[in-house]
T-cell receptor
Framework: NAGVTQTPKFQVLKTGQSMTLQCAQD?????MYWYRQDPGMGLRLIYY???????DKGEVPNGYNVSRLNKREFSLRLESAAPSQTSVYFC???????????FGPGTRLTVL | SQQGEEDPQALSIQEGENATMNCSYK?????LQWYRQNSGRGLVHLIL?????REKHSGRLRVTLDTSKKSSSLLITASRAADTASYFC????????????FGKGTRLHILP
């Protein structure tokens, strides 16, 4: 099993550009999450999806959209990137009832 | 707002010594978890303790939970260089919405 995979690993954008971060898991987990991690801030939840077809806002959803394409895949889209979105983005998944999240390796995004 | 707050923010100890990190939280929980993050990597789940448990062990890890004080501690015994990482506590809420909230983490550095 590959676990949770994320693409790309690194990305540099100019202000106003758009991009989609991809996440996939092969563990048949119900729930998937997107976090951002900034120095000294810990992890902050952007969006999550409790099951296929549902998505909910987390703590910091502004400037982002998500799509739960199927049970395996959960993408995060930046429509118009801003320097404040420079961060490391982590995707995670969880089997409902276990309360244990599995994380991908992260995407390091820089917005100039 | 963050649910869990780790203390200290950073900790340096000699290899072989024990490392203790603390976590305080604000609202009632069903369980509390500890995760480790090596530099440049995603988070890895270490241990989960439920609200009706007071202590749990896993190898060199010992976790305690005091729900009356809304606090938890993570003890790593006989530390090794490979234990150098950031450690995060994470709490769920009693409303069972599949979200967990992470603290800002403790950076642990094991000196050779």
């Amino acid at each position: 099993n590959a676990g949770v995979t994320q693409t790309p690993k690194f990305q540099v954008l100019k202000t106003g550009q758009s991009m989609t971060l991809q996440c996939a898991q092969d563990m048949n987990h119900n729930s998937m999450y997107w976090y951002r991690q900034d120095p000294g801030m810990g992890l902050r939840l952007i969006y999550y999806s409790a099951s296929e077809g549902t998505t909910d806002k987390g703590e910091v959803p502004n400037g982002y959209n998500v799509s739960r394409l199927n049970k395996r895949e959960f993408s995060l889209r930046l429509e118009s990137a801003a320097p404040s979105q420079t961060s490391v983005y982590f995707c995670a998944s969880m089997l409902r009832g276990t309360d244990t999240q599995y994380f991908g390796p992260g995407t390091r995004l820089t917005v100039l | 707002s963050q649910q869990g707050e780790e203390d200290p923010q950073a900790l340096s100890i000699q290899e072989g010594e024990n490392a203790t990190m603390n976590c305080s939280y604000k609202t009632s929980i069903n369980n509390l978890q500890w995760y480790r993050q090596n530099s440049g990597r995603g988070l890895v789940h270490l241990i989960l303790i439920r609200s009706n448990e007071r202590e749990k062990h896993s190898g060199r890890l010992r976790v305690t939970l005091d729900t009356s004080k809304k606090s938890s501690s993570l003890l790593i015994t006989a530390s090794r260089a490979a234990d150098t990482a950031s450690y995060f506590c994470a709490t769920d809420g009693v409303n069972r919405d599949d979200k967990i909230i992470f603290g800002k983490g403790t950076r642990l550095h094991i000196l050779p």
